[in-house]
């Protein structure tokens, strides 16, 4: 836990700020956060520094309030099913937050199965909409424990497309692909780099740069002038997390204090 004044902020908390900002100025699009903590960082965004953005109900309304997490919507704002949710994909309106149970140096992403495809050692979630989502629609990740086994050399199938992957596919995969952030339990990262390489943006307080460096499975890029920590959330921000969007403290089970 750190100090901001005179509350004290726990990781968890700092990664519903990091993962927040993901979402700053993105003007009116819908959000899509997948897990605990994006939810908590999306309803956040929008009672906060961006309040144009769309939030769903999760299956197929646009609310046009903020209720906590896990808690029904009072208002209705418009209806989004499944095809009309696909048209806005394409079309590059949407801001989604996936996880991954593998990604690599250029934002790779694998959810669908561990080994070999052809006899994989694991299945998991399957491919599903990554694809579509990665080559047509701004994509973040977070990644709630951060280790060797998650951020690999290489993914063992490509879910999500990665910044190689669209380049070596040409325009048609390139033109729209835009890999925001990748936020984990222990910093932030991004693609900043000349070769879309993943660099590290922020660590999160107490957590040192080679600490990270051992929990991934391939050489980050790292800002000649050092690398800061993650922003320490507002004492306004701290309320609205622990009084109106997460009451429950459901975040606390996905990063533990």
Not at 17 to 23: G, H, N, T, Y
Not at 49 to 77: H, K, M
Not at 78 to 97: D, I, N, Q, S
Not at 113 to 128: E, F, S, T
Request: charged letters at 25%; aromatic letters at 6%; glycine letters at 8%.
């Amino acid at each position: 836990m750190t100090q901001t004044g005179r509350i004290t902020a726990t990781r968890a908390e700092y990664c519903v700020i990091a993962c927040a900002e993901a979402w700053r100025a993105d003007g009116e699009i819908l959000a899509s956060p997948m897990g605990t903590i994006p939810s908590v960082a999306a309803r956040l965004a929008k009672l906060t520094f961006s309040p144009d953005l769309l939030l769903t109900d999760g299956e197929a309304l646009l609310i046009g309030d903020v209720p906590a997490v896990g808690a029904a919507s009072a208002v209705t704002e418009g209806w989004l099913p499944y095809r009309k949710h696909l048209t806005m994909v394409m079309g590059g309106r949407r801001h989604v937050m996936m996880g991954a149970s593998q990604i690599d140096r250029f934002g790779n992403q694998n959810i669908s199965c561990i080994g070999d495809w052809a006899r994989p050692k694991r299945q998991l979630l399957g491919v599903r909409g990554a694809p579509v989502n990665t080559l047509n629609n701004p994509v973040s990740y977070w990644i709630p424990r951060h280790s060797p086994r998650v951020f690999v050399e290489k993914v063992d199938m490509i879910s999500g497309v990665g910044y190689d992957s669209a380049a070596a596919a040409g325009p048609s995969a390139s033109r729209f692909h835009d890999l925001r952030r990748v936020v984990s339990d222990l910093g932030v990262f991004d693609f900043g780099t000349p070769d879309h390489a993943m660099r590290v943006v922020s660590l999160h307080p107490g957590v040192t740069l080679d600490q990270v460096r051992e929990a991934t499975g391939f050489a980050l890029a790292v800002p000649d002038d050092g690398v800061p920590y993650t922003r320490e959330p507002t004492a306004e921000e701290l309320r609205l997390i622990r009084d109106v969007v997460d009451p429950d403290g459901l975040r606390d089970r996905e990063v533990r204090p």
